[in-house]
């Protein structure tokens, strides 16, 4: 059953899944001015954030150059502009004066918002910017509607997936959820409007073949999260 119809067994047609294209994303930076004036000056600029994003997860470099006029360790922090946790950190050591190109690793959970760079006592805003397809920030698979997640299920005859949305798609008014079998096979799939919690069953009259089972979230062509479960 996709969206509330009842299967009489497994779609036997198969659509391989396109990659997407990831979007590259490059925000310049202006650098901040140096304000130290303790008894090593820092100065940073070319401040550069690369990212991209596949499925809700981040993948991200924030670029940036360090100059110092003398022997000092510096330490690159970087923190959500509203009060938050620190989201990265990292030491850098220099022998004597000079300049260096750096790079800081963001986490791949890292929400899109404001955020700010500070090395040493120089300080830089910078922003992550949320993909076209929005952010799914789980997603989960059970027996029932809204059930516990579940990632190996013992013969079922129905599965229920739920995806939430951390950030909502830019313009979108539908999504679409597409059911795969273990070979990857199409079952079924139902366009739904969008919601910041979205769910769709999947239904056969007999237990599922064995295997694991994927359930695909697409905005716009583009998929925005899977979630897989295997059913024994």
Do not use: C
Request: charged share 15%; proline share 6%; aromatic share 8%.
């Amino acid at each position: 059953m996709i969206g509330g119809r009842t299967l009489a067994g497994v779609g036997s047609g198969s659509a391989r899944l396109a990659a997407g294209t990831l979007a590259i994303l490059a925000v310049a930076v202006p650098a901040g001015a140096a304000v130290a004036r303790s008894t090593t000056s820092v100065q940073v600029s070319n401040v550069q954030l690369k990212a991209s994003w596949k499925e809700g997860w981040l993948t991200a470099n924030l670029h940036f150059t360090v100059k110092v006029d003398g022997a000092t360790t510096v330490k690159a922090v970087v923190r959500p502009v509203a009060p938050g946790p620190v989201a990265a950190n990292k030491a850098y050591s220099f022998g004597a004066a000079g300049s260096a190109n750096e790079t800081i690793t963001l986490p791949p959970r890292l929400a899109p918002r404001a955020y700010t760079l500070k090395v040493g006592d120089t300080t830089t805003k910078f922003t992550v910017p949320a993909p076209a397809e929005g952010v799914v920030d789980t997603a989960t698979i059970s027996t029932t509607k809204g059930g516990k997640s579940q990632k190996v299920i013992s013969a079922p005859k129905a599965l229920w997936v739920r995806f939430h949305f951390l950030i909502p798609p830019t313009g979108a008014k539908t999504v679409k959820i597409v059911w795969r079998t273990p070979s990857f096979q199409f079952v079924g799939a139902v366009n739904k409007p969008y919601a910041t919690t979205i769910d769709s069953t999947l239904a056969s009259n007999a237990a599922l073949p064995k295997g694991t089972w994927y359930a695909l979230m697409y905005v716009d062509g583009k998929v925005a999260k899977r979630q897989d479960v295997r059913v024994t």
